[in-house]
């Protein structure tokens, strides 16, 4: 496969130079290697004075935007909270 720079080696990296790349630039390990940066991580809430959460950091907290609204106890099945939520999505 041809890419827009007339190649279909990886560009990433020197180290990479005449590997062959797959859907894009990237060789298999440069692909492996900017998943893993772009992987996300699980950032633990804390109420702690002073504590801010770290840049680009979503939370998806129950009182959040991102969050179930709908709890689950005796009137609620998981299931049931799960669709409720679901229909407040486009």
Do not use: I
């Amino acid at each position: 496969m041809k890419h827009h720079h007339g190649t279909d080696t990886c560009v990433m990296s020197a180290a990479c130079v005449g590997k062959p790349a797959d859907h894009g630039l990237m060789c298999e390990e440069c692909r492996a290697e900017d998943r893993a940066m772009h992987a996300p991580h699980r950032v633990q809430l804390s109420r702690k004075k002073g504590w801010k959460m770290p840049a680009n950091t979503v939370s998806v907290a129950r009182p959040g935007r991102w969050g179930n609204p709908y709890r689950v106890g005796p009137e609620m099945t998981a299931a049931s909270a799960v669709a409720a939520f679901q229909a407040l999505r486009p």
